[in-house]
């Protein structure tokens, strides 16, 4: 197939209750909306969708005012559409975006920088994130022009080259594709609740400005209304006694209220592993029985792994530690490993592309898998719930869109409300069916705005 044209739509979103990402605050999220259409071979022509949330505060934590780190993400999600439709290439998405990701996408962002030379830079991973919609987009219609799913469609049926054409010529991935890393799906998923360092807890913590709008508020209301069972806990990473009382408090919550798991993330605050390990220590002396709960340590340390080579050994040998917001690609993930983590956590807002690439590479390692959310609304849910049930978890799939922006995906969730509502602790992705993602676009009663951008 070879990319005929794209169009780039913004749709603004308000959450309901603020989220902390580390120092950041996100109390509204634009989300990118993209149409990619391609033409086969034989002249039919297919269009595909992709989304993803714009999330600046998560993608690019900066001093920096919000509104200029947005505008300039939103600036170059359209140096991506234009790019990408110039390509003039054909192939797989899987192959075409390996491509872009390596050949084009670092050259939009010097070009990028150099045009605000005298402001900060906009990051590698927040460029991922702009191409990311495009990526997805394009599988989607791919998926359409080949009357399969998309997740059927990475084996040596579809692909040109194996693994090993990827992954430096390394040999452990001859002869092999990323079809035979991936598992046969569960229509019915355990899912993650997010527990922000804003959110209260009990009614001690009420402020008196929480939304009243039929959602839940307290964290017990929550666990009883969605039957949850896995909470993820955001820590400061900065406040050693802040972030023992938060995980005690949850603790022992979970352990009254039947929660199986948690997870702690501290969001790329700490500096030292110690912090972490003497958190770990202490919980395990004084909470035994929360410290059984803890599943995994998520990203403690600084996004840029490679300015921050920092050895966390001693992490990971009290608690599975999980690569998050460092994970840029599968060669971040190898110097991950030699550093001592465990696991790597996958995001669709990174590109499937750059995902399964990830995915594969830990797995072939003998790495964990995560896959975590980034409050994906609307069609950014599809994705990246079907990525979860693909990818074979640690324990199914972290989705938070439905705490924080639950009114925004209703037009989806009326065709598949199983995938934006959490019931008896799971997600349920019997809907999803057909071609492509399986979004059942036509069903879904959405009223676009005019696009940002168009090249068709």
């Not at 010529?169 to 899912?191: H, I, R, T, W």
């Not at 110690?274 to 403690?300: A, G, T």
């Not at 992705?429 to 676009?448: D, P």
Request: glycine share 8%.
């Amino acid at each position: 197939m070879k990319i005929l044209g794209a169009e780039l739509y913004i749709l603004p979103v308000n959450l309901r209750i603020p989220l902390k990402f580390g120092n950041q605050t996100l109390t509204s999220v634009k989300c990118a909306r993209v149409k990619v259409v391609l033409k086969a071979q034989d002249g039919s022509v297919s269009e595909g969708w992709g989304e993803t949330p714009l999330s600046v505060a998560w993608v690019w934590p900066s001093s920096l005012d919000h509104v200029q780190r947005e505008s300039r993400l939103i600036e170059f999600s359209d140096s991506v559409a234009r790019s990408f439709v110039e390509l003039n290439e054909g192939g797989h998405p899987f192959e075409l975006g390996s491509r872009f990701i390596s050949e084009s996408l670092e050259e939009l962002r010097k070009t990028h920088n150099l045009v605000y030379s005298e402001q900060e830079e906009l990051p590698y991973l927040a460029a991922l994130v702009a191409f990311s919609a495009f990526d997805l987009a394009a599988y989607d219609a791919y998926g359409k022009l080949c009357s399969r799913p998309v997740f059927e469609l990475f084996g040596p049926d579809s692909l040109a080259k194996d693994l090993s054409e990827y992954f430096d010529s390394d040999n452990a991935f001859k002869g092999k594709y990323p079809s035979d890393y991936l598992v046969k799906p569960e229509q019915k998923m355990p899912v993650w609740h997010l527990i922000g360092g804003l959110d209260p807890i009990d009614e001690d913590e009420l402020r008196g400005d929480e939304p009243d709008d039929g959602y839940p508020v307290l964290l017990r209301d929550w666990i009883r209304t969605d039957g949850l069972k896995c909470l993820k806990v955001k820590l400061r990473g900065t406040d050693w006694d802040w972030d023992f009382k938060r995980m005690k408090k949850i603790g022992d919550i979970a352990e009254q209220d039947g929660i199986q798991w948690l997870s702690a993330d501290f969001n790329c605050t700490v500096n030292d592993p110690e912090y972490v390990n003497s958190m770990l220590d202490s919980i395990s002396l004084d909470c035994p029985e929360i410290f059984k709960r803890i599943l995994y340590v998520e990203q403690p340390f600084p996004y840029e792994l490679r300015d921050n080579q920092i050895d966390v050994h001693s992490v990971s040998e009290r608690k599975p530690l999980y690569l998050d917001e460092s994970a840029h690609d599968w060669s971040y993930v190898k110097l991950g490993m030699s550093l001592g983590w465990n696991g790597v956590a996958l995001k669709t807002c990174k590109t499937l592309t750059g995902a399964i690439l990830s995915l594969c590479w830990a797995k072939e390692m003998g790495m964990g898998l995560m896959v975590q959310d980034l409050t994906n609304p609307m069609l950014a849910q599809i994705p990246h719930v079907l990525l979860a049930a693909y990818a074979g978890t640690i324990m199914g799939v972290e989705s938070n869109g439905m705490q924080f922006y639950p009114d925004a995906s209703m037009p989806e969730q009326s065709v598949h409300p199983g995938v934006y509502r959490r019931r008896e602790g799971v997600l349920d992705l019997s809907t999803i069916k057909g071609t492509g993602f399986g979004y059942r676009i036509q069903e879904i009663e959405r009223e676009l705005p005019p696009p940002l951008s168009s090249y068709l």
